[in-house]
């Protein structure tokens, strides 16, 4: 399969989980087989291109952190993701900013949980909620998200629950307590940022993860098993 041009191809890297992709349409599925244990990202990099937007960049860099890597993005605009940055950092993340590269280091260390509150940017953006979610739930201590953009954007919760995540939800607001390590379940993405957010809660999972719905996360995230094929992943896509 070829590689996409924004894919910078010398990475080194290991990722949590082994991943394969099945198909493109609406009963298409993504599988995950996670691997138990500690499992980290080692040094990679990724190149960018503007057109990719912020989502892209920020989901690798939560992925680096989830599962207790280091990594780069690269050719991006460090100045659109503040809010992200910062959340990072505080959960526990060494982050590194360039004019055009945002490198997180969360190796050795569990992710500390977060408190995050949607609102227009500058302030923290409601694509990056979902992501985040996962995050904490994997996360040392108690995280609230409150999500005030849009309704009914907590249906990656549901999923996550059938993982083992501990989440409580009360109308706008999630109670996330974070657990050792997740267990792989059947999931069913419901829409681009919950996709993602999926695959990332598949990564640091025991066993095997199977995402139903994925034609999702290819509005959004193009060629993402190309990205993570980078990564050390082993994926495939079949019809």
């Given at each position: 399969m070829a590689l996409a041009a924004a894919v910078l191809v010398a990475v080194q890297l290991l990722i949590r989980g082994v991943l394969a992709?099945?198909?493109?349409?609406?009963?298409?599925?993504?599988?995950?087989?996670?691997?138990?244990?500690?499992?980290?990202?080692?040094?990679?990099?990724?190149l960018f291109d503007d057109h990719d937007g912020h989502v892209m960049p920020a989901a690798f860099l939560v992925?680096?952190?989830?599962?207790?890597?280091?990594?780069?993005?690269?050719?991006?605009?460090?100045?659109?993701?503040?809010?992200?940055?910062?959340?990072?950092?505080?959960?526990?993340?060494?982050?590194?900013?360039?004019?055009?590269w945002i490198e997180v280091d969360m190796r050795g260390r569990r992710p500390q949980a977060v408190d995050i509150r949607t609102a227009p940017y500058p302030a923290f953006p409601t694509d990056m909620q979902a992501q985040f979610a996962a995050l904490n739930t994997v996360a040392s201590g108690v995280g609230t998200i409150i999500e005030?953009?849009?309704?009914?954007?907590?249906?990656?919760?549901?999923?996550?629950?059938?993982?083992?995540?501990?989440?409580?939800?009360?109308?706008?607001?999630?109670?996330?307590?974070?657990?050792?390590?997740?267990?792989?379940?059947?999931?069913?993405?419901t829409d681009l940022r919950a996709s993602a957010s999926l695959v990332l809660?598949?990564?640091?999972?025991?066993?095997?993860?199977?995402?139903?719905?994925?034609?999702?996360?290819?509005?959004?995230?193009?060629?993402?098993?190309?990205?993570?094929q980078q990564l050390g992943a082993k994926i495939r896509r079949t019809p």
């Open positions: 992709f099945r198909g493109y349409f609406y009963w298409d599925d993504l599988i995950l087989v996670g691997r138990a244990g500690t499992h980290s990202l080692l040094s990679p990099s990724f992925a680096g952190a989830i599962t207790g890597g280091n990594i780069r993005v690269k050719n991006t605009r460090p100045e659109h993701l503040d809010a992200v940055i910062g959340k990072l950092q505080e959960a526990g993340a060494k982050v590194g900013v360039g004019d055009t005030t953009i849009f309704e009914n954007r907590f249906m990656h919760m549901l999923e996550m629950r059938r993982m083992g995540a501990e989440i409580r939800l009360e109308g706008n607001t999630a109670i996330i307590k974070g657990v050792e390590r997740l267990t792989a379940a059947p999931v069913m993405a809660a598949a990564l640091v999972a025991d066993g095997r993860t199977d995402i139903e719905r994925i034609y999702h996360i290819d509005r959004g995230y193009a060629a993402i098993e190309e990205k993570l």
